[in-house]
């Protein structure tokens, strides 16, 4: 069994949980141990797949195939490691599995209760090697917030593995909000006095809180922290509110966070050699360079849908010294308001992907206005497929070419759902999903990107480009640059005589991570830097 850290969150959830861990799990990595990353969600779905991007913002796609919570992407990003299904726990997949044991007689007749056996699968779970590997060290996050009726088995299967290993093995670590009081310019701890309490009634003592708050602590604060929660005073960790994500492990690190929860679970302190880290977050904060992108969307009114595609342009950006301002553009307004009064002055134009015809005709709209006007244009996914609707209408003259998802009697599919989805029925798990191979031709912009022929890109989706119509749209300009190993499957996109169009049917955002941006991005910020109205940031 590896050394575990558990981190728990109190007082309301959002506080950042997820930076939290990733940054804990960086900080061990970069001292030299190999480190697992486990994110637990208390919902009853088997996995992130039908969950609403309002509610829970982005579906994360592994490249096994996994639909997961947006954390598994920010874990992805901070440790540069591709991760899979089994850093995923969520209730449905616990119950989902006791219930087939049940079905297939495993436990041989007996009760099936909560108390052992659910608690028993989520042991199981955690303590299993993940990616067919054993790390030195396990980073469990707890979804939601303590006292949640969600999260109660969930905890008490912690509280047990805590009794079942050795002291040493185990270190929890609690997120708590300390709110500042403006009337009277107080820093409150009672909230989380409240939430440790409520920990502590479920059987957990903290081993150290992380104290999230618009500023830093004072050194009194501190003190009645540890007093009232029964921590080491230097076990109080200070998280205030920072420019960046990136900058917590900094802070963390500055804190010696890593040399506290060693000598809590009887480790060898090691230096974290976190210089390149360090540097790149210098950069982050100091661009020479600004460039503006419009990003088109179904669900820009909460950004967190798109939080990859953000955190991709950021990397890439960063890597490049320039400073990527986003411009988030609501699709339906491209209808009522015109792409000419919401567009001018932005120096590219990124499509993301969605479900649901909603918002579909601004999206044409806006991809006309970058085809026409030349700017650089990213159409990932549903921004792939868009882009070949406004070729078909309008180089092509096809005044009713659509989606056979949006119009299901288009006389010209140029979109159609794949042959494999046509049976299927159930929505969760079904899509195509995870890495898929793309060979990519000789002398298109993709190419330059990757500068290699075949690459593996994660997809998520039913629909694609109608094979039927590619001859016509070579013909026309628009030329498909990559296709599946068998030459069946168009991945991407690309118009000829354009300074940079690029339409792609995967996922490029989920491979992008904070020391090693997308090629595809970078080569994306870097025409639209090339495109002629970008400054130096003031």
């Not at 595609?309 to 400073?323: P, S």
Request: with cysteine; aromatic share 8%; hydrophobic share 40%.
């Amino acid at each position: 069994m590896r050394k575990l850290i558990v981190v728990s969150g109190g007082v309301i959830s959002g506080l950042g949980k997820g930076v939290v861990a990733a940054s804990i799990a960086l900080l061990f990595k970069l001292s030299g141990y190999t480190v697992s990353l486990q994110k637990i969600d208390p919902y009853v779905n088997v996995d992130a797949g039908t969950m609403n991007p309002y509610e829970h913002g982005e579906v994360f796609v592994t490249h096994d195939g996994k639909e997961t919570d947006l954390d598994i992407g920010r874990y992805e990003r901070f440790l540069d490691e591709y991760l899979s299904a089994d850093n995923y726990i969520t209730t449905g997949k616990v119950y989902w599995n006791v219930i087939r044991q049940e079905r297939a007689g495993s436990f041989l007749g007996q009760t099936v209760q909560v108390i052992p056996h659910v608690t028993n699968e989520i042991k199981r779970l955690i303590n299993i090697p993940i990616d067919g590997r054993n790390a030195e060290i396990g980073v469990v996050e707890v979804g939601g917030t303590v006292g949640d009726i969600e999260s109660l088995p969930f905890l008490e299967a912690l509280r047990q593995l805590k009794d079942d290993l050795p002291r040493q093995d185990t270190f929890f670590i609690h997120l708590t909000l300390l709110p500042h009081l403006a009337s009277t310019d107080e820093i409150k701890t009672k909230p989380t006095q409240h939430s440790v309490k409520e920990l502590r009634a479920i059987g957990i003592q903290p081993d150290a809180i992380v104290a999230r708050c618009a500023r830093p602590l004072s050194e009194s604060v501190k003190r009645k922290i540890a007093l009232f929660c029964d921590v080491k005073e230097e076990n109080v960790i200070e998280d205030p509110d920072l420019q960046t994500i990136y900058d917590v492990p900094l802070l963390f690190a500055d804190q010696g966070v890593d040399k506290l929860i060693a000598r809590g679970l009887g480790l060898k302190e090691r230096a974290v050699q976190i210089d390149k880290w360090r540097q790149l977050v210098s950069v982050l904060h100091s661009p020479r360079r600004k460039v503006r992108i419009a990003i088109v969307g179904k669900y820009v009114e909460l950004t967190d849908s798109y939080i990859s595609i953000k955190e991709a342009l950021v990397h890439a950006g960063m890597h490049l010294g320039t400073q990527v301002e986003i411009s988030w553009v609501s699709a339906e307004d491209v209808m009522s308001k015109g792409e000419a009064n919401l567009l001018p002055g932005v120096d590219g134009l990124l499509v993301p992907g969605g479900f649901g015809d909603r918002g579909i005709e601004g999206k044409v709209e806006a991809i006309r206005y970058a085809r026409e006007t030349g700017i650089p244009f990213f159409g990932i996914c549903l921004g792939l497929q868009c882009a070949a609707i406004e070729f078909a209408r309008d180089v092509l003259g096809l005044a009713r070419a659509n989606s056979s998802e949006f119009d299901p009697s288009t006389p010209d599919p140029v979109i159609d759902i794949m042959r494999e989805q046509t049976s299927v029925t159930d929505k969760g798990g079904t899509m195509r999903l995870g890495a898929y191979e793309a060979v990519l031709k000789e002398g298109t912009i993709s190419r330059e990107c990757y500068e290699v022929e075949r690459v593996k890109e994660r997809h998520r989706h039913r629909y694609e480009f109608n094979p039927e119509y590619r001859e016509r749209f070579e013909e026309a300009g628009m030329r498909v640059a990559a296709t599946s190993p068998d030459g069946r499957l168009t991945e991407i996109l690309e118009l000829s005589g354009h300074p940079w169009f690029v339409g792609v049917q995967f996922h490029p955002e989920f491979r992008s991570h904070f020391l090693s941006p997308h090629p595809l991005f970078t080569g994306f910020v870097k025409a639209c830097l090339e495109n002629g109205s970008s400054s130096s940031p003031s």
